[in-house]
Protein backbone atom coordinates (compact mmCIF):
# COMPACT_ATOMS: atom_id res chain seq x y z
CA UNK A 1 0.00 0.00 0.00
CA UNK A 2 0.76 3.58 -0.44
CA UNK A 3 3.43 5.16 2.73
CA UNK A 4 3.93 8.54 3.81
CA UNK A 5 4.13 11.34 1.39
CA UNK A 6 5.99 14.91 1.53
CA UNK A 7 5.52 17.48 -0.63
CA UNK A 8 7.26 19.45 -2.20
CA UNK A 9 10.32 17.26 -2.27
CA UNK A 10 12.02 20.37 -2.04
CA UNK A 11 11.78 23.84 -1.61
CA UNK A 12 14.36 26.61 -2.05
CA UNK A 13 12.45 29.94 -0.45
CA UNK A 14 14.02 33.94 -0.08
CA UNK A 15 14.23 35.41 3.99
CA UNK A 16 11.14 36.35 5.34
CA UNK A 17 8.89 34.32 2.83
CA UNK A 18 6.24 31.65 4.49
CA UNK A 19 6.38 28.29 3.16
CA UNK A 20 3.82 25.39 3.77
CA UNK A 21 4.52 21.66 4.11
CA UNK A 22 2.54 18.81 3.29
CA UNK A 23 2.30 15.01 4.61
CA UNK A 24 -0.03 12.55 3.33
CA UNK A 25 -0.43 9.77 6.22
CA UNK A 26 -1.03 6.18 5.61
CA UNK A 27 -4.52 6.19 5.16
CA UNK A 28 -5.78 4.83 8.74
CA UNK A 29 -2.77 5.89 10.75
CA UNK A 30 -4.66 8.44 13.41
CA UNK A 31 -1.14 9.62 14.81
CA UNK A 32 0.95 12.01 12.91
CA UNK A 33 4.37 13.49 13.88
CA UNK A 34 6.46 16.07 12.77
CA UNK A 35 10.37 16.41 12.91
CA UNK A 36 13.03 18.60 11.46
CA UNK A 37 16.50 17.38 10.79
CA UNK A 38 19.35 19.37 10.33
CA UNK A 39 22.48 18.23 7.88
CA UNK A 40 24.14 15.35 9.75
CA UNK A 41 22.21 15.85 12.95
CA UNK A 42 19.20 13.66 14.60
CA UNK A 43 16.06 14.10 14.42
CA UNK A 44 14.13 16.87 16.39
CA UNK A 45 11.02 16.56 17.36
CA UNK A 46 8.17 18.99 16.70
CA UNK A 47 4.66 18.19 17.29
CA UNK A 48 2.25 15.21 16.69
CA UNK A 49 -1.19 14.74 16.44
CA UNK A 50 -3.94 12.23 17.27
CA UNK A 51 -6.63 12.79 14.76
CA UNK A 52 -6.75 16.04 14.36
CA UNK A 53 -5.78 17.38 17.79
CA UNK A 54 -2.18 18.82 18.43
CA UNK A 55 -1.94 17.89 22.51
CA UNK A 56 1.57 19.44 22.82
CA UNK A 57 3.18 21.77 20.38
CA UNK A 58 6.08 22.52 22.95
CA UNK A 59 8.23 21.52 20.20
CA UNK A 60 8.01 23.78 17.55
CA UNK A 61 11.09 25.81 17.43
CA UNK A 62 9.50 29.32 17.58
CA UNK A 63 6.05 31.02 17.06
CA UNK A 64 6.49 31.22 13.30
CA UNK A 65 5.62 27.44 13.36
CA UNK A 66 2.48 26.05 13.29
CA UNK A 67 0.71 22.97 12.13
CA UNK A 68 -2.79 21.90 11.60
CA UNK A 69 -4.41 19.18 10.33
CA UNK A 70 -7.93 18.65 8.76
CA UNK A 71 -10.19 15.64 8.67
CA UNK A 72 -7.78 13.56 10.65
CA UNK A 73 -5.20 13.24 7.85
CA UNK A 74 -3.51 15.24 5.67
CA UNK A 75 -1.31 17.59 7.51
CA UNK A 76 0.22 21.77 6.64
CA UNK A 77 3.37 22.44 8.31
CA UNK A 78 3.43 26.36 8.05
CA UNK A 79 6.82 28.33 8.67
CA UNK A 80 6.38 32.66 8.54
CA UNK A 81 8.89 34.76 7.92
CA UNK A 82 11.24 32.05 7.06
CA UNK A 83 15.31 32.07 8.43
CA UNK A 84 18.04 30.71 7.36
CA UNK A 85 18.17 28.86 10.50
CA UNK A 86 15.21 27.13 9.30
CA UNK A 87 16.76 25.43 6.27
CA UNK A 88 16.71 21.39 7.15
CA UNK A 89 14.69 18.55 6.03
CA UNK A 90 11.39 18.25 7.12
CA UNK A 91 10.11 14.72 8.19
CA UNK A 92 6.48 13.27 8.58
CA UNK A 93 5.47 10.29 10.10
CA UNK A 94 2.69 8.35 10.81
CA UNK A 95 1.06 5.53 13.42
CA UNK A 96 -1.50 3.77 14.35
CA UNK A 97 -2.90 5.57 17.70
CA UNK A 98 -0.06 7.19 19.99
CA UNK A 99 0.89 5.15 22.52
CA UNK A 100 0.50 1.34 23.22
CA UNK A 101 -0.86 -1.21 20.75
CA UNK A 102 -2.50 -4.14 21.77
CA UNK A 103 0.70 -5.93 22.66
CA UNK A 104 1.37 -3.87 25.00
CA UNK A 105 4.15 -1.94 22.97
CA UNK A 106 4.53 1.48 21.30
CA UNK A 107 3.42 1.86 17.60
CA UNK A 108 6.36 2.19 15.15
CA UNK A 109 6.28 5.19 13.13
CA UNK A 110 6.34 5.33 9.41
CA UNK A 111 8.29 7.85 7.73
CA UNK A 112 7.68 10.27 4.56
CA UNK A 113 11.10 10.91 2.25
CA UNK A 114 10.84 14.60 3.74
CA UNK A 115 11.15 17.50 2.36
CA UNK A 116 14.48 19.91 2.02
CA UNK A 117 13.76 22.95 3.01
CA UNK A 118 16.51 25.83 2.11
CA UNK A 119 16.33 29.28 3.02
CA UNK A 120 18.63 31.94 1.14
CA UNK B 1 12.40 11.66 28.99
CA UNK B 2 15.41 9.19 29.17
CA UNK B 3 18.31 10.45 27.54
CA UNK B 4 20.18 8.19 25.20
CA UNK B 5 24.12 7.90 24.39
CA UNK B 6 25.26 5.88 21.43
CA UNK B 7 28.54 6.04 19.75
CA UNK B 8 29.01 8.09 16.98
CA UNK B 9 30.42 5.61 14.47
CA UNK B 10 31.58 2.58 14.06
CA UNK B 11 33.58 0.75 10.95
CA UNK B 12 32.75 -2.70 10.19
CA UNK B 13 33.40 -5.29 7.26
CA UNK B 14 30.97 -7.28 5.11
CA UNK B 15 30.19 -10.63 6.85
CA UNK B 16 30.66 -9.40 10.21
CA UNK B 17 28.31 -9.21 13.19
CA UNK B 18 27.97 -5.56 14.01
CA UNK B 19 27.06 -4.84 17.81
CA UNK B 20 25.56 -1.05 18.51
CA UNK B 21 25.10 -0.31 22.34
CA UNK B 22 23.26 2.51 23.76
CA UNK B 23 23.20 3.86 27.12
CA UNK B 24 19.58 5.01 28.73
CA UNK B 25 20.36 5.46 32.53
CA UNK B 26 17.20 7.19 33.17
CA UNK B 27 14.65 4.84 31.54
CA UNK B 28 10.96 5.35 33.14
CA UNK B 29 9.58 1.90 34.01
CA UNK B 30 6.90 2.16 30.77
CA UNK B 31 9.63 3.00 28.35
CA UNK B 32 10.19 1.06 25.58
CA UNK B 33 13.44 0.58 23.86
CA UNK B 34 13.16 0.79 19.69
CA UNK B 35 15.61 0.90 17.03
CA UNK B 36 15.50 2.89 13.78
CA UNK B 37 17.65 2.97 10.96
CA UNK B 38 18.33 5.91 8.25
CA UNK B 39 19.60 5.76 4.92
CA UNK B 40 20.80 9.13 3.71
CA UNK B 41 17.94 10.96 1.95
CA UNK B 42 15.46 8.92 3.10
CA UNK B 43 13.13 9.21 6.51
CA UNK B 44 13.99 6.56 9.40
CA UNK B 45 12.95 3.06 9.34
CA UNK B 46 11.89 1.15 11.96
CA UNK B 47 14.49 -2.38 12.80
CA UNK B 48 13.26 -3.88 16.27
CA UNK B 49 11.56 -2.77 19.68
CA UNK B 50 12.05 -4.44 23.00
CA UNK B 51 10.74 -3.75 26.99
CA UNK B 52 13.63 -6.71 28.46
CA UNK B 53 15.39 -9.42 27.69
CA UNK B 54 15.77 -10.36 24.27
CA UNK B 55 14.10 -9.34 21.32
CA UNK B 56 14.83 -11.29 17.57
CA UNK B 57 13.44 -10.38 14.28
CA UNK B 58 14.09 -11.12 10.43
CA UNK B 59 16.73 -8.27 10.35
CA UNK B 60 18.49 -7.91 14.26
CA UNK B 61 18.07 -9.00 17.72
CA UNK B 62 17.92 -6.36 20.50
CA UNK B 63 19.82 -7.42 24.08
CA UNK B 64 18.22 -6.02 26.88
CA UNK B 65 20.28 -6.24 30.66
CA UNK B 66 17.99 -6.83 33.72
CA UNK B 67 18.52 -3.29 34.73
CA UNK B 68 17.01 -1.57 31.23
CA UNK B 69 20.05 1.20 31.38
CA UNK B 70 21.25 -0.30 28.38
CA UNK B 71 20.64 -1.96 25.08
CA UNK B 72 22.41 -4.00 22.32
CA UNK B 73 21.58 -3.70 18.95
CA UNK B 74 22.93 -6.62 16.80
CA UNK B 75 23.41 -6.88 12.85
CA UNK B 76 24.25 -10.66 11.68
CA UNK B 77 26.64 -10.92 8.95
CA UNK B 78 25.89 -6.83 8.17
CA UNK B 79 26.38 -5.80 4.10
CA UNK B 80 27.49 -3.05 2.74
CA UNK B 81 23.78 -2.24 2.26
CA UNK B 82 23.82 -1.84 5.99
CA UNK B 83 25.72 1.48 5.87
CA UNK B 84 23.65 3.97 7.62
CA UNK B 85 22.91 5.75 10.80
CA UNK B 86 21.14 3.65 13.61
CA UNK B 87 19.21 5.19 16.40
CA UNK B 88 18.39 4.06 20.08
CA UNK B 89 15.16 5.63 21.04
CA UNK B 90 13.48 5.46 24.47
CA UNK B 91 10.31 6.09 24.61
CA UNK B 92 6.81 6.37 27.17
CA UNK B 93 4.65 7.95 24.52
CA UNK B 94 3.46 9.73 21.85
CA UNK B 95 7.24 12.59 22.08
CA UNK B 96 10.10 10.30 20.33
CA UNK B 97 13.05 11.74 20.98
CA UNK B 98 16.16 11.00 18.07
CA UNK B 99 19.20 11.31 19.39
CA UNK B 100 22.56 11.38 17.19
CA UNK B 101 22.90 8.10 16.08
CA UNK B 102 25.36 6.27 15.24
CA UNK B 103 26.84 5.97 11.89
CA UNK B 104 27.78 2.50 10.96
CA UNK B 105 29.85 2.31 7.68
CA UNK B 106 30.26 -1.23 6.06
CA UNK B 107 33.84 -1.91 4.10
CA UNK B 108 34.09 -4.57 1.32
Known amino acids: GAGVSQSPSNKVTEKGKDVELRCDPISGHTALYWYRQSLGQGLEFLIYFQGNSAPDKSGLPSDRFSAERTGGSVSTLTIQRTQQEDSAVYLC??????????????????FGPGTRLTVL | LAKTTQPISMDSYEGQEVNITCSHN???????ITWYQQFPSQGPRFIIQGYKTKVTNEVASLFIPADRKSSTLSLPRVSLSDTAVYYCLVSGGFKTIFGAGTRLFVKA
Open chain 2, 26 to 32: NIATNDY
Open chain 1, 93 to 110: ASSQPAGLDSWGSYNEQF
